[in-house]
């Protein structure tokens, strides 16, 4: 039951992602002074992505990487150790 009630959420979460493009990316790389929920959530990713240093810094180099969008897209939800 409770896994049923978070379909929604996840189904959400995955358009979201999808949605994306390299332009959001790039304006978010290039943010100063973040809002702190959008460096909340980037700390997620980084940390779901395998990083040990977790910081706006490593965040924005991070999405310099031209692989960054991809590896989202493509990342493993079903196999998350």
């Not at 979460?13 to 460096?39: C, I, Q, W, Y």
């Not at 990487?65 to 079903?78: H, I, P, S, T, V």
């Amino acid at each position: 039951m409770e896994l049923t009630a978070a379909i929604p959420s996840l189904e959400a979460a995955n358009n979201a992602v999808d949605a994306l493009s390299k332009d959001d990316v790039f304006e978010m790389k290039g943010t100063k002074n973040p809002h702190e929920l959008t460096v909340l959530v980037l700390k997620c990713v980084l940390t779901y992505l395998g990083y040990l240093k977790i910081e706006w810094a490593v965040s924005q180099k991070a999405m310099a990487d031209m692989g960054f969008l991809a590896r989202l897209k493509l990342y493993d939800k079903d196999n998350i150790p």
